[in-house]
């Protein structure tokens, strides 16, 4: 007979305790539409659909449709209000090797995506050396053999990031997943010639809309809170009309363009107006954007200096408006590893920049689903279906198991990575992946 754990024993292990799988989770809903493995092969599932899900040792997911397909053994865990949604899919983050393997190693970035939920990240190309050669590249495919295909890196547009002589884009093209100097291009000529010569390629190319005069210097959305904290502003217009300019080019050459970090609300409406003018183009925010605003800087925690800086709480309700609307297609993590040297200094000298991937899911759903700003539906296709279709890949299949109940402290032993820098290091938070 197969043990039984009562939800009171389950809750006394993590969800990461070796001693809890093979687990049979029992009568599990399905977020979101999409394929699913069993022991067979894979079967089509809806969103509402209530299933049985076997997570294996290697915390490896597939669904049981015969009670004799269950290995000896398996502890049955019958606990209300487990889901199950397709793997989520991160636009854009930063690994920290090579070159900064202090900060986070790869082995720890996979499994900080794994324990997060994450099926693919997105790996940006300031790297060192950059992802600006088939050289680098080199490094990326042996990853991918060692790991899978969790980590896809992004292409440089320029070479060395420095914005000045374009990549072979060509070469680059067949072993990446779009291209993005993952920083703002002033040269607007640069940017209409790189979108050009991209669209036979069949890749999107991404931009980080930003004026760099306007935005020098500044830390927190110029406004009430930037005078009552006492640091530099940041206009909106920093970002704005640098993607007026942007969305003009891609009007232009008609090129597949991702606008990525957007923040404001006029950004919102922008991207609205592009989508109805027929214009290709496809819009993230990330995470904390929607999780925090500009007063919550009232602490002058270093985890919260990004870039671009936190916005107004009308900003972030219309970044939350936009993704229900379909404006803003994803949320990416941008999950930034930082050294706790690197962060323990004033707000304004600190480095941008907060890990994520471990974190976003949970405090996602508290901020936006439990509040009942998004769907559990509608949060999932900014974090799965989406970002997928932004980056011309397949949707991964229903693979994360989340638990939105699950009590946890956010603590150095359930983190993966080496760096730390998170806002919400020993808080207590509401809402785990499984797998």
């Known amino acids: ?44 599932l809806a969103a509402g659909d209530v299933v049985d899900v076997l997570v294996d040792r290697d915390r490896q997911v597939q669904i049981v449709q015969d009670p004799s397909q269950i290995p000896e053994n398996t502890n049955i865990i019958e606990r209300s209000g487990i889901l199950l949604g397709t793997g989520a899919v991160d636009l854009h983050s930063t690994s920290g090797e090579p070159g900064h393997e202090s ?30 050669d088939i050289a680098a590249l080199e490094f990326w495919r042996n990853v ?66 930003q004026n760099l005069e306007l935005a020098s210097g500044g830390v927190i959305r110029e406004g009430k809170w930037s005078l009552q904290y006492g640091m530099t502003g940041y206009p909106a217009a920093a970002e704005t009309s640098a993607l007026a300019a942007l969305i003009e080019l891609v009007r232009l050459t ?30 993230s925010t990330t995470w904390l954007h929607l999780c925090h605003c500009d007063r919550d800087l009232d602490t002058y925690d ?17 970044l ?31 480095p941008v920049g907060a890990i994520g991937l471990e974190l976003a899911i949970p405090i996602l759903w508290q901020n936006l689903v439990t509040t009942e700003l998004l769907t559990a539906n509608e949060l999932w296709q900014a974090l799965s279906i989406n970002p997928a279709k932004c980056l011309g890949m397949s949707v991964p299949q229903l693979s994360t198991l989340f638990d939105p109940n699950y009590h946890w402290l956010v603590s150095d032993q359930e983190i993966a990575s080496t760096s730390k820098n998170s806002s919400y290091m020993g808080r ?6 499984v797998s």
């Not at 996979?110 to 324990?115: F, L, R």
């Not at 207590?428 to 992946?433: A, E, N, P, Q, R």
Request: net charge neutral; aromatic share 6%; proline share 9%.
């Open 320 to 350: 939350i408006a936009g993704i229900k609307s379909g404006a803003i297609d994803s949320i990416a993590i941008d999950h930034t590893p930082c050294a706790y040297e690197e962060k323990v200094v004033p707000f304004e000298v600190a």
């Open 144 to 209: 991918q053999q060692k790991y899978g295909a969790v980590l896809q890196p992004w292409g440089a547009i320029t070479k060395g990031l420095e914005g000045k002589q374009l990549t072979d884009m060509a070469e680059l093209a067949p072993s990446v997943i779009g291209f993005t100097d993952s920083k703002p291009l002033a040269n607007l000529l640069l940017v209409r010639r790189a979108m050009e010569y991209l669209q036979p390629l069949g890749k999107p190319i991404a931009l980080f809309p």
């Open 1 to 44: 007979m197969l043990p039984e754990n009562s939800p009171e024993n389950f809750l006394e292990q993590p969800l990461t305790h070796s001693t809890l799988y093979p687990a049979l989770f029992k009568q599990i809903q399905v977020i979101n539409s999409g394929s699913a493995k069993t022991i067979a092969g894979t079967i089509p």
């Open 302 to 318: 270093p985890n919260l200096r990004l870039n671009p800086p936190l916005g107004s709480e009308s900003d972030r309700l219309a």
């Open 254 to 283: 008609k090129a597949p363009t991702h606008f990525l970090r957007l923040s404001t609300a006029q950004s919102v409406e922008l991207i609205a107006q592009a989508k109805n003018d027929g214009l290709p183009v496809t819009a």
């Open 428 to 433: 207590s938070l509401i809402g785990k992946v």
């Open 103 to 132: 900060r986070e190693t790869i082995a720890e970035l996979v499994q900080a995506a794994k324990n997060g939920g994450f099926a693919k990240v997105g790996i940006l190309p300031h790297t060192q050396p950059a992802i600006d």
